[in-house]
């Protein structure tokens, strides 16, 4: 059950005429009180056909005209509205049961405090089976305001009561650091304008489309400004930037006028000062172009960015500034995909955007790595590989699970739901990302002997998912992988321990496509030649006195993994 707290009108015979009219679309039916603050001799132009909607303004506005005369400043902003809509799948309330929910609401919000005979003055008018509007004058009958502050936290807190109460759907308690939802006539104005989201929700997704691009906040302005967003500003007197509102082109009220909503408005974490935090503690120590010849590409730096992200956990406050600066690697990610990937992607970072803000006040430095990583993607990246393609989106993957359990910890019910929406289209990325590898890994199998040593190799280092790696239908790609990076000089059996110890394996779909993304990222360079490596540190200590033996804590003998032992075997 939802209930959505209005801005302060000033008209209640306005409001009252769109309660008992038709609707914009002729949804309203059968319009009636079914509650107020005193029901006999209520005028009910729903029920009474001699009564009219006049009539009962002028006797919901009784104390405000009678304040209105004693003082001289009249009270205009008057008018509290609260609809409250059940669930779809709720099932059927009586008037009754709604009067009851409606002095619940009406009590909890501070309009009509139970036991207070001096309290405001309100209907609740019924004109749909499935909600009802609340209209209340918020003059008291002894003329001073009620107190309203908070009052929607303890509306909501009362609507979770309600569900339990009357056996309908229980929603998640709000922690004040959601978006505001569109009102219904933004949601009407884009429908009639063909739009497919209000102005609310298609600013929102623009503006965090920007924050990956920009280094500053005047930097961030004007990319908003070259991407067509109306952009009005708040400047001090020395000039520095304060605060600035965004307006989607062609969004004007009756006047022709620019209709802007502020940063802070479109959601919590859209502030000024908010994306300025953001951006300043992820400003390059070097020009982006300075790491173009860097060995490893920014998908790369994306993904190893990634890796520490399940240990980083421990502060609340470093986690909630990478869980933020993960929403942002997932909207640059989604911006240079490729097409077959990019819906998806898309899909994750709208929905990961609830997951990005908490009431944990974020240390922002420590997401350093992650937003220069998303800057490197949108500024430098260029074409990449499957193999690259499907690690990122793999340990994309894993990153939205790690927020989602921190969020569930921190009873974070919104903001875990959004992770684990997000986790539901990365798979489904993750899944089309590794097909076309999947296809040329298997097409190429190690021998049959090589690929028994390699299950050895597969059951010496996760013993406890073995049989479910060696089961997988990608079994035999996971052994080309294996075969691959062996080739190029690692030892399987310690790939397979690093990949496993990275990446928890026991809620893994299919563990064998989560180890062959792993192994693919950290194994695919050579690997040093330890051989050499050794002469070369004796060497170099041989004017000085004898090498190290092995064993004294120096240099550590090398053991042979199994796959090598049988390998030297069989030669």
Same mark, same amino acid.
């Given at each position: 059950?939802?209930?959505?707290?209005?801005?302060?009108?000033?008209?209640?015979?306005?409001?009252? %005429?769109?309660?008992?009219?038709?609707?914009?679309?002729? /949804?309203?039916?059968?319009?009636?009180?079914?509650?107020?603050?005193?029901?006999?001799?209520?005028?009910?132009?729903?029920?009474? /056909?001699?009564?009219?909607?006049?009539?009962?303004?002028?006797?919901?506005?009784?104390?405000?005209?009678?304040?209105?005369?004693?003082?001289?400043?009249?009270? $205009?902003?008057?008018?509290?509205?609260?609809?409250?809509?059940?669930?779809?799948?709720?099932?059927?309330?009586?008037?009754?049961?709604?009067?009851?929910?409606?002095?619940?609401?009406?009590?909890? &919000?501070?309009?009509?405090?139970?036991?207070?005979?001096?309290?405001?003055?309100?209907?609740?008018?019924?004109?749909?089976?499935?909600?009802?509007?609340?209209?209340?004058?918020?003059?008291?009958?002894?003329?001073?305001? =009620?107190?309203?502050?908070?009052?929607?936290?303890?509306?909501?807190?009362?609507?979770?009561?309600?569900?339990?109460?009357?056996?309908?759907?229980?929603?998640?308690?709000?922690?004040?650091?959601?978006?505001?939802?569109?009102?219904?006539?933004?949601?009407?104005?884009?429908?009639?304008?063909?739009?497919?989201? =209000?102005?609310?929700?298609?600013? #929102?997704?623009?503006?965090?489309?920007?924050?990956?691009?920009?280094?500053?906040?005047?930097?961030?302005?004007?990319?908003?400004?070259?991407?067509?967003?109306?952009?009005?500003?708040?400047?001090?007197?020395?000039?520095?930037?304060?605060?600035?509102?965004?307006?989607?082109?062609?969004?004007?009220?009756?006047?022709?006028?620019?209709?802007?909503?502020?940063?802070?408005?479109?959601? =919590?974490?859209?502030?000024?000062?908010?994306? !300025?935090?953001?951006?300043?503690?992820?400003?390059?120590?070097?020009?982006? $172009?300075?790491?173009?010849?860097?060995?490893?590409?920014?998908?790369?730096?994306?993904?190893?960015?990634?890796?520490?992200?399940?240990?980083?956990?421990?502060?609340?406050?470093?986690?909630?500034?990478?869980?933020? %600066?993960?929403?942002?690697?997932?909207?640059?990610?989604? #911006?240079?995909?490729?097409?077959?990937?990019?819906?998806?992607? #898309?899909?994750?970072?709208?929905?990961?955007?609830?997951?990005?803000?908490?009431?944990?006040?974020?240390?922002?430095?420590?997401?350093?790595?992650?937003?220069?990583?998303?800057?490197?993607?949108?500024?430098?990246?260029?074409?990449?590989?499957?193999?690259?393609?499907?690690?990122?989106?793999?340990?994309?993957?894993? &990153?939205?699970?790690?927020?989602?359990?921190?969020?569930?910890?921190?009873?974070?019910?919104?903001?875990?739901?959004?992770?684990?929406?997000?986790?539901?289209?990365?798979? !489904?990325?993750?899944?089309?990302?590794?097909?076309?590898?999947?296809?040329?890994?298997? %097409?190429?199998?190690?021998?049959?002997?090589?690929?028994?040593?390699?299950?050895?190799?597969?059951?010496?280092?996760?013993?406890?998912?073995?049989?479910?790696?060696?089961?997988? =239908?990608?079994?035999?790609?996971?052994?080309?992988?294996?075969?691959?990076?062996?080739?190029?000089?690692?030892?399987?059996?310690?790939?397979?321990?690093?990949?496993?110890?990275?990446?928890?394996? !026991?809620?893994?779909?299919?563990?064998?496509?989560?180890?062959?993304?792993?192994?693919?990222?950290?194994?695919?360079?050579?690997?040093?030649?330890?051989?050499?490596?050794?002469?070369?540190?004796?060497?170099?200590?041989?004017?000085?006195?004898?090498?190290?033996?092995?064993?004294?804590?120096?240099?550590?003998?090398?053991?042979?993994?199994?796959?090598? #032992?049988?390998?030297?075997?069989?030669?």
């Amino acid at each position: 059950m939802i209930a959505a707290i209005k801005p302060s009108g000033t008209n209640t015979r306005g409001l009252l %005429a769109y309660l008992y009219g038709r609707g914009t679309h002729d /949804e309203h039916f059968d319009p009636h009180i079914v509650a107020g603050f005193v029901m006999l001799g209520m005028p009910d132009p729903g029920r009474d /056909e001699n009564a009219t909607l006049t009539e009962l303004a002028r006797h919901l506005d009784e104390p405000v005209s009678l304040r209105n005369s004693e003082f001289g400043k009249p009270v $205009t902003d008057h008018v509290w509205h609260c609809p409250v809509r059940a669930a779809p799948e709720d099932r059927y309330l009586s008037d009754t049961e709604w009067g009851e929910i409606a002095q619940r609401i009406v009590q909890a &919000a501070g309009i009509a405090p139970a036991g207070d005979d001096l309290a405001c003055r309100w209907i609740a008018v019924r004109h749909a089976d499935d909600h009802i509007h609340i209209l209340a004058t918020t003059v008291r009958e002894d003329g001073r305001r =009620p107190k309203l502050h908070d009052s929607g936290l303890r509306v909501g807190d009362a609507c979770r009561e309600v569900e339990k109460d009357y056996g309908l759907r229980q929603l998640k308690k709000g922690d004040r650091t959601g978006a505001r939802r569109p009102t219904q006539a933004e949601m009407h104005k884009a429908e009639r304008l063909g739009w497919e989201q =209000p102005s609310p929700q298609w600013l #929102q997704d623009r503006i965090r489309a920007a924050i990956p691009h920009v280094t500053g906040a005047e930097e961030f302005i004007a990319y908003l400004e070259a991407s067509g967003i109306e952009v009005q500003l708040r400047r001090g007197p020395s000039g520095d930037l304060l605060g600035y509102a965004a307006g989607r082109p062609g969004d004007v009220n009756e006047a022709g006028e620019q209709i802007y909503h502020p940063g802070s408005k479109i959601s =919590p974490d859209l502030s000024l000062p908010k994306i !300025t935090a953001r951006l300043e503690s992820s400003r390059p120590e070097e020009q982006p $172009t300075a790491r173009r010849n860097h060995p490893s590409t920014p998908w790369h730096q994306a993904t190893d960015a990634l890796d520490n992200l399940h240990t980083d956990l421990a502060h609340d406050t470093h986690a909630q500034a990478r869980i933020t %600066a993960l929403g942002e690697l997932l909207e640059a990610t989604a #911006q240079k995909a490729p097409a077959h990937l990019r819906a998806e992607l #898309q899909a994750a970072s709208k929905a990961f955007a609830r997951a990005q803000r908490s009431q944990i006040r974020a240390e922002d430095r420590a997401a350093h790595a992650l937003r220069s990583a998303a800057r490197d993607i949108v500024h430098i990246a260029t074409g990449l590989d499957g193999s690259t393609l499907a690690a990122l989106v793999a340990a994309l993957v894993w &990153a939205a699970i790690v927020a989602g359990r921190w969020h569930d910890a921190k009873n974070h019910a919104h903001q875990a739901d959004a992770a684990r929406q997000a986790v539901q289209h990365l798979q !489904t990325a993750a899944d089309r990302a590794l097909t076309p590898t999947l296809a040329e890994l298997t %097409a190429r199998p190690p021998r049959d002997q090589a690929r028994r040593v390699l299950a050895s190799d597969v059951r010496a280092a996760v013993p406890d998912h073995a049989e479910r790696i060696l089961t997988d =239908p990608a079994w035999p790609a996971l052994a080309t992988v294996l075969a691959d990076a062996e080739a190029r000089g690692h030892q399987p059996h310690q790939l397979l321990k690093e990949a496993a110890a990275q990446r928890e394996l !026991t809620t893994a779909r299919q563990p064998a496509r989560v180890l062959i993304t792993r192994i693919q990222h950290t194994g695919r360079n050579p690997a040093p030649n330890r051989r050499a490596e050794a002469a070369r540190l004796g060497s170099t200590r041989a004017g000085s006195g004898p090498a190290p033996q092995a064993g004294n804590g120096r240099l550590q003998a090398v053991t042979p993994s199994p796959t090598e #032992q049988q390998h030297r075997r069989r030669g």
